[in-house]
């Protein structure tokens, strides 16, 4: 469900993921209000051959605006993640990420990031999507 999320329908995920919520609101047919940490371990993801993710670190927290808000980072692997999503409560998501693969990131991933998301000057790729939680039968 995360790679049809981020609208990746043929890739493959893998790592482990753990999950620690401090404060959750959740009624059947709304959307979640969330604060707590999403943590997928050796995270990599397999389109055309697969990207080492290292561990990626998901904060969730809300706001007035946002009744769950996600920060995004990682540490290690051979693209680095940063970048924030949204969720309003009619169900409506936004995907802000950017990517920037390091030196030991190969062409191919490269090319696959670039078939994703849209490059930028500087080397990285900024992935913005955004939709409907209703869709995935989410809310």
């Known amino acids: 469900m995360l790679a049809q999320l981020a609208r990746l329908p043929l890739a493959e995920l893998s790592g482990s993921v753990s999950l620690k919520i401090n404060q959750l609101e ?11 940490r999403l943590q997928w371990n050796n995270a990599a993801v397999t389109v055309a051959e697969t ?9 969730l927290t809300e706001n007035k ?20 999503a949204n969720v309003s409560e009619d169900g409506n998501y936004s995907l802000n990420l950017n990517m920037l ?25 900024q992935l913005n999507n955004n939709g409907n939680l209703k869709t995935f039968g989410l809310i």
Do not use: C, T
Not at 26 to 36: E, L, S, Y
Not at 101 to 125: E, Q, T
């Open 26 to 36: 959740w009624q059947q047919g709304q959307v979640p209000h969330a604060i707590g």
């Open 51 to 59: 990207a080492r993710l290292g561990d990626i670190v998901i904060a």
């Open 65 to 84: 605006r946002w009744p769950l808000h996600a920060i995004i980072s990682n540490r290690g692997g051979e693209i680095k993640l940063e970048g924030n």
């Open 101 to 125: 693969p390091d030196k030991s990131a190969s062409s191919n991933v490269r090319s696959s990031l670039s078939m994703i998301a849209k490059p930028r000057p500087n080397g990285s790729f």
